[in-house]
């Protein structure tokens, strides 16, 4: 008889728990807080509704589109404001859009002449794949370092708090790799795709930026009602899972068929007592961006146009800021109505000193920049809240290859054991939700 236990009640766990429960499957969702969601946590203080963890997620795959039109009756979408479409570069403390087609591409100063030909030739270049290669070579290779320098490491750096010289392709950003490996070149391949794709999936599939009209919280929060209180079990800090010989294992007395884990890589050498320590020290070599993120809210905002998404700062700008989103501009009632609400981050894997900073420093250097980028003669923020995450973001680096084929041994070894998380398959809400639902189907036809 089937009985899966979940080790972990963060948006893998609970995404889980519900496709489990829909088909049928009895579980139990062990997390050692006393709250469900992991790092999704929403706010209201002083007039701002906003996020402790992600911001708001993308509709990038099939699986978490499908959830989120079989939960709209429960829980409606709300869709980032058209105007949030504008991404912003900094270059030469001057914030520019971000191209979004052939015209805006050509006038662009962000990138030179010689890039603008690079990138208008790629479909004609020889595929040259290499397993190894990082996020920035790829994209010198086939898009040229201009592109690198004001497109994809302020983004990597952004977003995923990352580094494009230490992230390897084809395990960071496996979408790209694919493109070039599969069709031999990204733009080719971008068509290709888009013809193959179904009209149902490029309408369901439609890359919006979304959240919730409370703030994203209300996810989780609605997974956690549906699951039902009686599969949780909560402040569980305690406890070992234990293999037995005929396939089963055993967590505080209770049995299981299976087991699946979406816990970082320490946490899994916290929970077992079964594991080699030779496939630990290979997760271990496994990084995590340390992130400062820092919700700024003013009441009254007398700075700059915000009307975009956001803005990304690349390293050769010299600043400590990593990248803003801009709340208040992407969905309504973040902030008073004359009010803007802001998602800062500084830290990341390039500058992880930071996270060390006492908050007076941090504010200290915060204001000076960004009185600086936002042309404003007073730092007075209504709503100022640090948060710190010293593991706050996986980076698929030069360990990846290894980490997963070791992952794969173990799950041979141990058959109903599965490690799951952002320790594998993306870190985005979408990357979370569809690799819950292929590990359900999984133990539902096994």
Partial sequence: MKKVAIIGAGITGLSIGFYLKKAGIPFTIFEKTNRSGGVIKSERKNGFIFERGPNAGVIAGLELADLLIELEKSLPIVYADEKSKKRLILKNNHWYALPDGVFSAIKTPLFSFEDKLKVATEFFRKKENYETETLAETVKRRLG???????????????YAGDADKLITKYAFPKLYNLEDRYGSFIRGSFQLSK????????????????????????????????????????????????????NFKIKNEYFSHVITTVKPKGLSEITNF?????????????????????????NWNGINIDAFGGLIPQKENKNLLGLLFMSSQFPNRAPKDGALFSVFMGGIKK???????????????????????????????????????????????????????????????????????????????DRISQAYHISQKIKNS
Avoid: C, W
């Avoid at 370092?145 to 977003?159: E, H, R, T």
């Avoid at 930026?209 to 039902?228: K, M, R, V």
């Avoid at 006492?358 to 204001?367: F, Y």
């Avoid at 290894?402 to 490690?419: D, T, V």
């Fill in 352 to 430: 992880p000193q930071i996270i060390d900073y006492e908050d007076s420093k941090i504010k200290k250097i915060l204001s000076k920049e960004f009185m600086d980028l936002f042309e404003i003669e007073e730092f007075n923020p209504s709503l100022f809240e640090i948060n710190r995450y010293k593991s706050a973001i996986a980076q698929y680096g030069t360990e990846s290859k290894e980490k997963l084929m070791a992952i794969n041994e173990i799950e041979k070894k141990y058959p109903g054991f599965y490690i799951q998380g952002s320790i594998k398959d993306g870190i985005g809400i979408s």
């Fill in 275 to 299: 594991l080699p320590e030779s496939f630990l020290k290979i997760m271990y070599r496994m990084k995590y961006a340390k992130i400062v993120h820092i919700n700024l809210g003013f009441q």
């Fill in 196 to 247: 193959k794709r179904s009209k149902e999936y490029k309408q369901k599939v439609n890359k919006k930026i979304f959240s919730f009209e409370n703030g994203l919280q209300q996810l989780p929060d609605l997974l956690s009602e549906i699951i039902g209180k009686n599969h949780f079990r909560f402040n569980q800090n305690n406890f070992k899972i234990e293999f037995i010989k005929n396939n």
């Fill in 145 to 159: 370092k201009s592109i690198l320098d004001y497109a994809i490491d302020p983004f990597v750096s952004g977003v």
